[in-house]
């Protein structure tokens, strides 16, 4: 990839009060495309960016402030031409495991091949079946500025809902605790610390939310969580294949700490 400059406008995205108007820069490189705008958690924090409820992405360049600008999304479906010495085990995988999957539109039937041949070797890597996987030796830790016995705020109780917010909420918390993700607190269990649970809803799908505002508060946080982009781009350029994947429930095999487990506790 050549980078070719850097345009810098200003960013609109929704909000159910007005619109937030962010100053942004790009870098743009040769013959690449994105197809996502990644805001860290400090933008959604301190803006208070809707990014679940609103189906609508645009922007606005320059001085012009009237002429907004949608964020194409490229939904064509890419059909891969059967091959006769294909078995029967990737014919099953390219029929019903990558049935929704896009390839960009730019790719050769040689370089979707590879790809297949690729996902087909390593599948193991993903599994719809249960339990979930683990990853073993990066346990997340919570530090907190503060000692026991922690601020009143930090004990958040469960936020109003609706019959359907509550009906969908009792099917994620089930299904989470058939997983082994979330356990029900013991009666003996000493608890300090709660997190109220929000149902969010996008295209008629809900989606379990925590709110970890009072909890953000008083927790120590890390110094710079995200890679710098400019390490970013320069790893990617050797690459010859960029994938990207929506992880709706990705955090789940993270381990946590014994202390920070005591801090996450949600309540409903």
Known sequence: ?????????TLICP?????????????IMENCTNNHFILGYNYLSVYGIDILNHKARYCTMGDNKRQKFGFFHNNRQITVIKNAEQSPEKEVLINEQLREAKFNHELTEKMKYKSIDLLF?????????????????HEVGIILNVKKHYPPLSRRPAYPASPRAKEALEVHIKELIDLG??????HNEQVEVTTPIIIA?????????RDFRALSTYTIPDRYPIPIIHETLSQLSQDKIITAMDALNGFHPIFQTENAKRLVRIIV
């Open 201 to 209: 809803w996008h295209n008629g799908k809900s989606r379990m939310v």
């Open 121 to 137: 070797q390593y599948e193991n890597f993903a599994t719809d079946k249960e339990p979930l996987g683990s990853i073993i030796g």
């Open 15 to 27: 909000h159910p009060s007005q619109c937030i108007r962010l100053k942004v820069e790009f870098v």
């Open 1 to 9: 990839m050549k980078p070719l400059g850097i345009i810098d406008f």
């Open 181 to 186: 993700v979330l356990r029900k607190v013991g």
